[in-house]
């Protein structure tokens, strides 16, 4: 049982570059989350997917793009790198309903924008 | 809306002292708040979670919280700290919503001497 597995775990993009973040977690979990970390600010959510087959903004969705490709993997798209991007990203996945549920988090991927 | 304000970007205590770490929630609804910690370079595990089951909190590692309506507080104590707590640790609040999303704090980190 690995959890939530991101990859890369590093990346260099020069600006204007494209790549995308794969996520993918085994535990049967209905909703998926994509954070950013930046230093003083804790983590800001960009997009999630409460369930398979749909996607919403977070609070700093601009420059980026998502997909739910299954109930197991949801990717992380940035389509024209910015320095702006330049952070740490986290993947997390959650049980869905009207209880308390915990996010359970990735390792994280260490993106540089030069 | 919901807000997290975490008072302290970084503590500082000696192994043996009293771990304090500050958290005040902001929400419209009664809230569910989680503390989560992250180790250098990995990413964030479950300390601690508030249900409404009970005010004060037990978590891993010796951690607990407690509930403070009256103050919208959820302040992470530890009697004793180890050189092992040395981390970052987050308070956030969920907004309970089929989307289970998380609001987080801008972190706080937690600095050991021997």
């Known amino acids: 049982n690995a959890g939530v597995t991101q990859t890369p775990k590093f990346q260099v993009l020069k600006t204007g570059q494209s790549m995308t973040l794969q996520c993918a977690q085994d535990?049967?979990?209905?909703?998926m989350y994509w954070y950013r970390q930046d230093p003083g600010m804790g983590l800001r959510l960009i997009y999630y997917?409460?369930?398979?087959?749909?996607?919403d903004k977070g609070e700093v969705p601009n420059g980026y793009n998502v997909s739910r490709l299954n109930k197991r993997e949801f990717s992380l798209r940035l389509e024209s790198a910015a320095p702006s991007q330049t952070s740490v990203y986290f993947c997390?996945?959650?049980?869905?309903?009207?209880?308390?549920?915990?996010?359970?988090f990735g390792p994280g991927t260490r993106l540089t924008v030069t | 809306a919901q807000s997290v304000t975490q008072l302290g970007s970084h503590v500082s205590v000696s192994e043996g002292a009293l771990v304090l770490l500050r958290c005040n929630y902001s929400?419209?609804?009664?809230?569910?708040l989680f503390w989560y910690v992250q180790y250098p370079n990995q990413g964030l595990q479950l300390l601690l979670k508030y249900t409404s089951a009970a005010t004060l909190v037990k978590g891993i590692n010796g951690f607990e919280a407690e509930f403070k309506k009256s103050e919208t507080s959820f302040h992470l104590t530890k009697p004793s700290a180890h050189m092992s707590d040395a981390a970052e640790y987050f308070c956030a609040v969920s907004d309970r919503s089929a989307g289970n999303m998380l609001t987080f704090g801008g972190g706080t980190r937690l600095m050991v001497k021997p």
């Open positions: 929400s419209s609804v009664p809230p569910y």
């Open positions: 997917s409460a369930s398979e087959g749909t996607t």
């Open positions: 997390a996945s959650s049980e869905r309903g009207t209880g308390v549920y915990e996010q359970y």
């Open positions: 535990m049967n979990h209905n909703s």
